[in-house]
């Protein structure tokens, strides 16, 4: 695979609509179909099937369903549980759609680390985020989290298809942020339980 400024984008626009999945997993599916139906966005030769009358409309009748069940209190914690694979399939797909490798093998193998990790990395973020929402605000807050999530799938989906590395850029560094910050939440859960442990010896 030769670096060069398009393979460049390219992976960088994997990387957005990947990470894209991890807010909302058929907005961005949705958003990179529509893309390939109107010849904006060159998709692999097998995943041309992406931009079909019928997996727009698939796409398009999830996402609704997908965004409005966010809006149930609770419920949207439980779908987090099953949005966590699906976000994983969807990031690791748009990936492997866009990566310019010959060889097939390789192409889901760098969709499944790059795109789907991205995915999941960003999924875990967002339940960790709606998690908090439901414990200090006993769900009234998730609403917000909900519509920010589905504000940040549209936006950052529609984004990697005008500026790909600038948003690459950013999703890296949202990565970092919460990686750290469930760094920290393990620390501390560690440290409460050595410190529970000691006080039960």
């Known amino acids: 695979m030769e670096l060069n400024i398009e393979t460049i984008s390219a992976i960088a626009l994997g ?9 909302r997993v058929f907005i961005p599916l949705l958003v990179a179909g529509l893309a390939s139906y109107f010849g904006i966005l060159p998709l692999g030769e097998n995943f041309a099937w992406m931009g079909s009358i019928p997996a727009l409309i698939c796409f398009g009748v999830a996402a609704v369903v997908e965004v409005l069940a966010y809006y149930i209190p609770f419920v949207d914690n439980l779908l987090d549980t099953i949005a966590t694979p699906l976000s994983v399939g969807a990031g690791t797909l748009l990936m492997t759609s866009v990566i310019p490798i010959e060889s097939e093998w390789m192409k889901w193998i760098m969709g499944f680390v790059v795109g789907g990790g991205a995915a999941a990395t960003i999924q875990s973020g967002s339940a960790l985020t709606r998690l908090m929402s439901s414990k200090f605000t006993a769900g009234a807050g998730n609403p917000v ?3 920010t999530e589905g504000v ?5 989906s529609i984004m990697s298809l005008i500026m790909p590395i600038v948003v690459a850029i950013l999703v890296v560094i949202f990565i970092i942020v919460i990686l750290r910050l469930v760094y920290r939440k393990l620390l501390k859960k560690r440290k409460e339980e050595a410190n529970n442990s000691k006080i039960v010896e």
């Open 145 to 147: 989290v909900s519509t």
């Open 15 to 23: 990387i957005g609509l990947s990470a894209s999945t991890g807010f």
């Open 152 to 156: 940040a799938a549209t936006g950052f």
